[in-house]
């Protein structure tokens, strides 16, 4: 394996566990707005849940698209 | 879609990040990558997707619009015990389902149905109550529509064919005569007065 080839696996390494660390956050926090049937429960879904998930997603999917010039 | 499948959904997708997360290295393999995209792409939005239909389906219960302080006293006006209060005699002979009672004849009020303009109203609602002063007592921003009487009562026999409804039946279909507030069915919530009416309560 060449030297450019261990940093981009190194990034794409890096940027993969922080997008997983998001949605898993994320998926945890519906989790427990399921448990409650309140407005707030509401809102903690799409403002919290919903934004941690989607910033794991647009991190991953950069990720795919846009790896470091090696 | 039920709870438990929603929570069934929630941990796959949750095992399949989690699993991406604790080894990164398997998305060298071509098997790695689809995994990835499953668990970091097509689950979550699956998860958020039916975990909004989830809270929606919800958000109709009588609990979560009674979970307000300001709706208290239109909660406690479905347990009058009188006739005459139009909610609290479908509310208590289940003529509305029980456990969605404030939506089946609110239903264009409501934070999730009626267009963007009920659900920035259901917005401000939330931020009223928790944020800023809930108007005392509250309106309706749109007179009582006969629509929600209607999608219960038109086309039953006792009201099509009653004497007192089928005589003036145009003008209920074409809502010129409220059912509410024509003097009809005008005792509603009334809930300025409920500190002198008697209440029933269910048999436990």
């Known amino acids: 394996m060449t030297e450019a080839t261990e940093t981009n696996t190194g990034f794409i390494a890096k940027k993969l566990r922080l997008a997983g660390a998001l949605v898993i956050a994320g998926l945890v926090v519906e989790g427990v707005t399921l448990w409650w049937n309140h407005p707030l429960s509401f809102i903690a879904f799409i403002g919290l849940g919903g934004l941690l998930m989607a910033a794991g997603i647009v991190i991953y999917l950069l990720a795919l698209v846009n790896p470091p010039k090696s | ?204």
């Open chain 2, 1 to 204: 879609m039920p709870t438990a499948l929603v929570y069934a959904v929630l941990v796959i997708t949750v095992v399949i990040a989690g699993l991406v997360v604790l080894r990164p290295g398997i998305t060298v393999a071509r098997g790695g990558k689809i995994l990835a995209f499953l668990g970091l792409f097509i689950l979550p939005v699956f998860a958020g997707v039916v975990g909004l239909d989830n809270h929606v389906e919800r958000s109709k219960a009588t609990t979560f619009c009674l979970s307000c302080h300001v709706m208290e006293p239109y909660g406690k006006s479905l347990h009058v015990d009188d006739p005459a209060y139009l909610p609290a005699t479908h509310f208590q002979n289940h003529r509305v389902p029980a456990d969605q009672a404030c939506y089946t004849c609110h239903t264009d009020y409501t934070l999730y149905t009626g267009g963007i303009k009920a659900k920035i109203r259901g917005l401000h609602h939330i931020y009223a109550q928790y944020l800023g002063t809930a108007e005392h007592p509250i309106k309706l921003y749109k007179p009582f529509n006969n629509r929600e009487c209607l999608h219960c009562h038109l086309g039953a026999r006792s009201f099509e064919q009653g004497t007192t409804h089928s005589a003036i039946m145009v003008d209920i279909k074409s809502n010129q005569l409220s059912c509410v507030t024509s003097g009809c069915h005008d005792t509603v919530h009334n809930v300025s007065h409920l500190d002198q009416v008697k209440m029933w309560s269910p048999a436990q």
